[in-house]
């Protein structure tokens, strides 16, 4: 797809499409029902945005109504056809030979949602442990099922056959991912390091499978340093559910390592999307880009000038400036997102107003929406504030990039690292608000802290 075609538009007849299943399926399935009320309830998530998989029968006439609403054909496997919804962030849905309706909902292990639901072993698990893909009969209803269903880098509907040197291999990699160095000396040798680990990983998985158990890490490192992260995991844990509803993963980057960073998330399999540009006065930009069998989707955020946007800014050399804006004012005191910082933010989907008031309720604030539009709403946790080394500080200060008042500020309070996203999205609505991210890049940029001190006196 080219940049054009990244115009995101709300798709209100597939939402209702989806809607329709969604309410016949909670209307003749008391489990699920129940499970929907907790979603809500106890981790402020909704039931529809869990949906991975829709499976319908063909008797039914569902793919011509499907397609009405914007859903084609991607796959054919025997009699059962796959239908998508390329315009927006929907489920696929499976028309069979079935003769119920089951709705497939994404955990990042089947294994957990059993246990935590206590489902004995009489429901079977379709697929070995740490496949592409396994999935499992939960809750039985009149006509209606609910499935649960875990992927590692696989969009099939077919569970693969047992593969257990394969599994151990993924385990490994897993283990090793999860326990590489970030702290180098040189930024370097750590692109150099993390380079080597990923094609490792690739070359024994495959690309999709590295992709899936590569972010895994990436969230789990981040989860350690930000305390809204480690509650809201504990809550959904609590269910079995996971991060499965991660929405993206936003990664900051210095100017000089930028294009290292586009190229190990395309050896992962991840293709660019839309670009943003926050404008002269917030001096950002950002690449996403997209990992079509993961579903995993990157938020790369670089400063950026006016005259940089015109080109390929995600591919060709940005030179080192000495004046940083807010992207790499963080980099600068707390490392490469994809090195020693981990991720700023991860972006999950959530009933927003829940979200704020059970956050709240357990001592963790939010801060004010940066969008706030009937099909996207978003909002920061209050940021994770992090210890500076005086080593970076120093840096900062003997290059002119930052005052002594800025440099006596970080030393004694720190600077904002991190954050939680609430996000919340209707009607299938797949874009960003590139006006709202502008607002909270600048709203979130450390020095205005310490100006506000300043004025105070501080």
Same mark, same amino acid.
């Given at each position: 797809m080219t940049e054009s075609q990244f115009h995101w538009q709300p798709q209100p007849r597939a939402q209702a499409v989806v809607h329709e299943v969604v309410d016949h399926l909670l209307s003749r399935c008391p489990r699920a029902a129940e499970l929907a009320r907790r979603m809500r309830q106890e981790t402020a998530t909704r039931f529809i945005d869990w949906i991975d998989s829709i499976e319908v029968p063909a008797r039914e006439d569902w793919e011509s109504r499907l397609g009405e609403a914007g859903f084609a054909r991607s796959e054919l496997v025997g009699s059962t056809r796959v239908l998508i919804h390329e315009g927006g962030v929907f489920p696929s !849905? *499976?028309?069979? #030979?079935?003769? *119920?309706?089951?709705? =497939?909902?994404?955990?990042?292990?089947? $294994?957990? !949602?059993?246990? $935590?639901?206590?489902?004995?072993? #009489?429901h079977v698990i379709e697929g070995e442990p740490f496949a592409a893909m396994r999935r499992a009969p939960v809750f039985h209803g009149d006509g209606a099922d609910l499935w649960v269903i875990e992927r590692h880098g696989s969009r099939s509907i077919v569970v693969p056959q047992p593969q257990p040197e394969h599994s151990l291999q993924m385990v490994r990699q897993y283990e090793s991912l999860r326990r590489r160095e970030r702290d180098w000396p040189e930024d370097e040798r750590g692109f150099e390091r993390v380079s080597l680990l990923v @094609?490792?990983?690739?070359? #024994?998985? /495959?690309?999709?499978?590295?992709?899936?158990? =590569? !972010?895994?890490?990436? +969230?789990?490192?981040? $989860?350690? +340093?930000?305390?809204?992260?480690?509650?809201?995991k504990g809550r959904q844990d609590a269910l079995g559910l996971g991060w499965a509803n991660h929405d993206h993963h936003t990664f900051r980057s210095s100017r000089p390592h930028f294009r290292k960073l586009i190229a190990l998330f395309e050896r992962l399999g991840m293709e660019p999307r839309e670009r943003f540009y926050a404008g002269a006065e917030a001096g950002w930009g950002a690449q996403v880009l997209e990992?079509?069998?993961? &579903?995993?989707? *990157? !938020? $790369?955020? *670089?400063?950026?000038?006016?005259?940089?946007?015109?080109?390929? =800014?995600?591919?060709?050399?940005? &030179?080192? +400036?000495?004046e940083l804006g807010t992207v790499g004012l963080w980099c600068g005191l707390h490392g490469e997102s994809i090195l020693q910082a981990g991720m700023h933010h991860l972006e999950c989907q959530f009933d927003h107003d829940a979200l704020r008031d059970q956050l709240q309720a357990a001592g963790v604030n939010t801060m004010s929406p940066f969008t706030n539009l009937p099909y996207l709403r978003q909002a920061f946790s209050e940021g994770e504030r992090w210890k500076v080394s005086d080593h970076r500080i120093n840096r900062l200060l003997q290059r002119g990039q930052i005052t002594a008042m800025q440099a006596n500020q970080f030393r004694m309070t720190g600077?904002? /690292?991190?954050?939680?996203?609430?996000?919340? +999205?209707? @009607? /299938?609505?797949?874009?960003?608000?590139?006006? &709202?991210?502008?607002?909270?890049?600048?709203r979130t940029d450390p020095r205005r802290e310490s100006e506000s001190s300043e004025l105070l006196g501080a």
């Open positions: !849905f *499976v028309v069979s #030979d079935t003769t *119920v309706h089951r709705v =497939f909902i994404k955990v990042e292990s089947v $294994a957990d !949602f059993m246990a $935590a639901w206590m489902i004995s072993n #009489d @094609d490792a990983t690739i070359a #024994d998985l /495959g690309v999709d499978m590295a992709c899936d158990i =590569f !972010f895994a890490a990436e +969230r789990e490192y981040w $989860a350690r +340093r930000n305390r809204a992260a480690r509650l809201q990992q079509p069998a993961c &579903g995993i989707v *990157v !938020f $790369a955020d *670089v400063d950026l000038s006016p005259e940089e946007v015109a080109g390929d =800014f995600a591919h060709e050399p940005l &030179g080192e +400036r000495l600077a904002i /690292g991190s954050h939680l996203e609430n996000l919340e +999205r209707n @009607d /299938g609505y797949k874009g960003f608000n590139q006006h &709202g991210v502008s607002d909270i890049i600048s």
